[in-house]
């Protein structure tokens, strides 16, 4: 399953042709891209998509996930902080926390062939996990918050499954 982009059309209109996020296929790619970010960057979670290809990329925190994306949809997108213990590089925080993709937690399966193509090691789930829904009665996207499918917009009751892309 891929998710296209349902943010605001100004950012993804920013989009500039060409870009998005750095390619991480390997334990090299990744402490090329860590060294290049420097230590204070470092201390923070990156934001990441998987690619239609499968890749993983990587944007500082604070970019558009849309833009790591290079406009494209995603299998997964979210934030992501990385350690490295022993030589060995692993993913310790994981979120599906995008606002412009808005995946759903099946999303994990794609993170996870990505990271293991790349050779970095993860906790077999997201550490932090966001659940979103589409309104069916004011078509926004809201985030379900404690367990309670309520929108936050208008009140009305959120489906139980993800519904977000329709």
């Known amino acids: 399953m891929s998710h296209r982009y349902v943010g605001p059309a100004e950012i993804r209109a920013a989009v500039r042709p060409g870009a998005g996020g750095r390619a991480i296929g390997s334990p090299a790619d990744l402490d090329a891209w860590v060294t290049e970010r420097g230590k204070a960057e470092a201390r923070e979670p990156y934001t990441f998509v998987v690619d239609l290809e499968g890749r ?44 412009g993709y808005c995946p759903d937690l099946t999303s994990w399966h794609a993170v996870a062939r990505a990271l293991e193509t790349a050779g970095v090691g993860h906790p077999g789930r997201f550490t932090h996990e966001v659940v979103f829904r589409r309104c069916e009665r004011c078509r926004e996207c809201s985030v379900v918050r404690e367990g309670e499918f309520v929108c936050v917009f208008c009140g009305s009751d959120l489906p139980v499954e993800w519904n977000v892309d329709s």
């Open 56 to 99: 993983l990329r990587l944007a500082p925190r604070r970019s558009e996930h849309v833009a790591c994306a290079g406009g494209r949809p995603v299998p997964a997108a979210g934030e992501m902080a990385f350690g490295r213990a022993s030589g060995q590089w692993t993913a310790h925080e994981i979120s599906n926390q995008s606002t």
